[in-house]
Each structure stands twice: as C-alpha cells, then as structure tokens.
C-alpha cells in the first residue's frame, strides 16, 4: 500500500495508495472536523486548492449528526460529496481537551458531552465501530493522550495502555470490516505512538506497536505545549523503530515550519486546524512570510496577498479589498482568507514532494526556515 520512492536525506517521497485514490507524500491533511472546513468550503472547493486527504473527527460527529445517522446516509464520502480517502481522528485527542469532564479506566474512558453534557462512554471498540459507521479510508487508533509536561510514571502507564487499546481496536476493526453491511471493508488502522516528552518511552512504545503491522503510524501527543525543539527530538528518537515500508503521521502539526523540519526527519503525513483557523482571524500565510490582514497598511493595497500563489483568492483579489471585508466583517472575508491559507499548504507539500523529487530538499529547507514564519 506505501511506497517509497525515494529518500532525500530523512525526507521521504512516497505514494499511499488506498481504496479512495492514491496519496502523494509528504501530504497535509485539511480539516474538516464535522465534515466540513470551517470558512464556508465545500469539497469541490478541496479539490480546486489541491486537496488530497480530508479529515474529520470521530468524537464530534458521533455527537452531531451522529455516526449511525451517517452509515443511514452511505457514510462520510457520500454523506459530503468527496470522492478522494478521508481520515477520523479516533475522538482521543477531543476526550483528553475534556480534561475536567472524563474518567479514564482500562475499559476506556467516561466523559460528558459539550454539547449538551450527556453522559457518554468510548473505547476501543466503540472508536472503531464509529468509524466504520463514518466510513473513512483511514481509521486511528483510539489513544490516551497526555498533557505535556507530565509525569513519567503515568506517561508511562498510559503508553501501556495505549498499546493494550491498540491490539483491542486491530481485533475490532478486522472484525467490523467482515461484515456485510460494512459500508468500506477496506478500512485502515494507524497506530499512535505515545510516551509524552520521554524519549525511552517513546521508542519502547514505537517497537511495540511496529509489531502489530498496522497500516500506519503516527507520533501523537506533541505539539500540546512543549518547545518545538522538544518535538523534534522526540521525531528524531522514535524515526528510527517506526517501520520505513509504512507511513508517519505528526499528528496536529502545524506552522510551515514545523512541517518542513518534521520532513526533514522522515514524516510523511501532517493536518492542523491553525492554517483554517489563523485564516478565519485574518492571519495569512505567504511565500514571503506572515501578513496580518487587518494592519491599517493594507487599506489601499491593490496587490494579491501573495504574487506566488494562484488560488482562487490570489488571482481574483487584492489585499485592500481582503482587509475591507474583515473590517465589515463580511463572511466572504473568511472564506476567501480559508482558501489562500488550505492553498497555500497544500502548495507547500507539492513544493516539498518536487524539491525531494529533484533532490533538492536541503536547499529548500534552508531557503524557507525563518522566512515563512516572519510576520511581514
């Protein structure tokens, strides 16, 4: 299913092919937690900025519309009219934001909604029958993820238990993709490696779960807190034992920055809510580095926000008009500042596939660190 092509360095250029369509990697995902990018996009605005991979989240549509409601539907795919893989997170990372409202147990954990505080219980098996019912190409493991910094004894009791959760959803999702009235029996697993800030533990809990022969791995439980440089050292810790014939995934991450240095050191997938979010603040994302829409110095500004970008924003507007519609605040000033900031990085990730591609990764790597993440 993974392919590697070639090896730049660490940085790897591969393909992934799934039953939805093939995956050109390096690949950031874009976030679509309810089946939908915040900022007023459809999915056939996914595809005009490059969009390969969708992702939404298990936990939130469980809740609203509900998974069951979904399968009634004919699942993710048809329920939001896109034809290309789609990835549920497995609703972990959403339990753990929960922190004063859950319970966590062997079994799995209890927590209250935020919606309307209902009781509500998820584990392994109950993650993975949701996903099934949602019916993405890509199901994650459901996982404890812990708060950065944390203690080692607990990091290393959750870890465990991530592992034990780990082998209980592998035996569930085989299961639920036997049955006849699965809407795609060709579901995936991705592992989550897990272990806080603790190198040891981390690479303990990277050769356990390399054992089950899963059809990814990603690295979760960074980017909640810690330094960058934390996160890199943890990358570069764990690269090593995660199986090279599978993708990784950096889970939550991140700037233009941290995704070409997480390249750098062998990762493979990305998603992160900040491009979508930052946008719909007026904070955008440049070749030349950050722009700040709403700053009064844009009032009269007839240029593109980005003279090397050909979205849609891009071609047909200028940075004065952009800035008007945010001081109006016109919903157009959001959908059109989401557009510029999913383009913009799912442009990043071809340009990092090319540079691997034309071996060229390392002079791209420096060309770009510090200037993307300049505020102009």
């Keep these: 299913m993974f392919t590697l092509i070639k090896k730049d360095g660490n940085a790897r250029r591969g393909e992934f092919k799934t039953v939805h369509g093939t995956i050109q990697t390096p690949v950031f995902m874009n976030v679509g937690t309810a089946a939908a990018i ?8 996914l595809k005009e900025i490059g969009c390969q991979v969708e992702l939404s989240n298990t936990y939130h549509l469980h809740l609203r519309p509900g998974d069951e409601v979904v399968k009634s539907l004919g699942g993710l795919h048809k329920f939001m009219n896109w034809d290309r893989p789609i990835l549920t997170d497995s609703g972990g990372f959403q339990v753990f934001s929960l922190a004063k409202l859950r319970k966590v147990r062997e079994e799995g954990v209890y927590f209250s909604s935020h919606i309307d505080g209902r009781k509500i219980f998820m584990g392994p098996e109950e993650s993975m029958r949701i996903q099934s019912n949602l019916a993405s190409t890509i ?8 708060e950065n910094p944390c203690e080692k004894d607990y990091a290393k009791a ?39 800030t603790y190198a040891d533990l ?19 439980g960074l980017a909640v807190g810690e330094p960058a440089e934390v996160m890199y050292d943890i990358i570069e810790a764990v690269e090593p034992f995660a199986p090279a014939n599978k993708p990784r995934y950096l889970m939550g991450v991140g700037t233009p920055e941290n995704i070409i240095e997480a390249v750098y050191r062998g990762v493979d997938f990305f998603d992160c809510v900040m491009p979508s979010r930052n946008a719909r603040h007026g904070t955008l994302f440049t070749s030349e580095g950050i722009v700040n829409i709403n700053n009064a110095k844009y009032e009269r500004d007839d240029s593109p926000l980005d003279r090397n970008c050909n979205c849609h924003t891009c071609r047909n507007f200028s ?10 605040n016109e919903i157009l000033a959001l959908r059109l500042a989401v557009i510029h900031n999913l383009s913009f990085y799912n442009k990043l990730a071809a340009d990092i596939r090319q540079a691997i591609d034309d071996d060229r990764f390392e002079q791209f790597r420096l060309e770009n660190i510090g200037k993307l993440s300049q505020r102009i």
């Design 38 to 45: 915040k900022g007023g996009l459809d999915s056939f605005d």
């Design 139 to 146: 199901a994650m493991a459901f996982d404890e993820c812990v």
């Design 158 to 196: 959750s870890s465990e238990m991530t592992v034990r959760w780990l082998e209980r959803c592998k035996k569930e999702l085989g299961r639920l993709n036997s049955l006849e009235d699965t809407i795609n029996p060709h579901q995936m697993l991705f592992g989550i490696n897990q272990g806080s």
């Design 202 to 220: 981390r690479v303990e809990n990277m050769k356990q779960i390399a054992e089950l022969d899963l059809d990814g791995y990603a690295i979760g």
């Design 319 to 328: 940075k004065g008009y952009l800035r008007h519609l945010f001081k109006a």
